[in-house]
DNA sequence: ATAATTTGGTTTATAAAATAAACCTATCTA
DNA sequence: TAGATAGGTTTATTTTATAAACCAAATTAT
């Protein structure tokens, strides 16, 4: 009936960031924020379980002398996403064949 | 870019009662309780919730004299349901125009 | 009759999650 | 050289989800 939704991406953050990726297939972490109006702590925590969770990548380089953290999402990550949103589809299609 | 979703409905339990009450218009506690696969503590407290919010109400009636507890949807929780599909796409069409 | 079981839940306690506040380091700028 | 700013991370707090414990009535078994 209903499949699970996976904790990780059911996250609004979460989901926003992995959004932007899926899109962008590369962003930096203030531009990230900027989009998803997140605040860096909930950010960086955000970043580091999609990172944990081997749905991203994260790589901390510099800029002109100053920290620079880009974030990819992975084919497992991508593979995620559209696992989720099937899923999310057996609660949102309601009466539909 | 991303349409906030309302931390209501953006639960897998919630979500699911919704769900099934939009296509069944009217169900019981034990029969939510089967097609979610919840506990029936879990599943109190999230119908308790959607109740107070309005987006559902709660009839507490009795069927050969055991207690039956029935659930509808209201108006406002069909809206804010659809509100929050809506919401959700902005996270999933990626990259569509 | 009454003890045990089942039904239909609610209340309470625990575990996990989201979020922001506080903090740190390096670089610019006045 | 004293702030101010950029770019984050770590830690603490609040919220949320979830299940365990509990309760009452009705049914079934002894």
Do not use: W
């Not at 960086?44 to 920290?67: C, D």
């Amino acid at each position: 009936m209903f499949q699970p939704l996976d904790p990780l991406l059911h996250s609004e953050l979460r989901l926003a960031i992995m959004s932007l990726l899926i899109s962008a297939d590369e962003a930096e972490f203030p531009y990230i924020k900027e989009q998803t109006g997140a605040t860096a702590g909930n950010l960086s925590v955000q970043v580091e379980k999609l990172s944990a969770a081997g749905y991203i990548t994260v790589e901390k380089t510099f800029k002109s002398k100053r920290p620079c953290t880009i974030c990819r999402i992975t084919p497992a990550g991508l593979k995620a996403f559209e696992t989720y949103v099937q899923a999310l589809k057996s609660y949102l299609e309601v009466g539909k064949a």
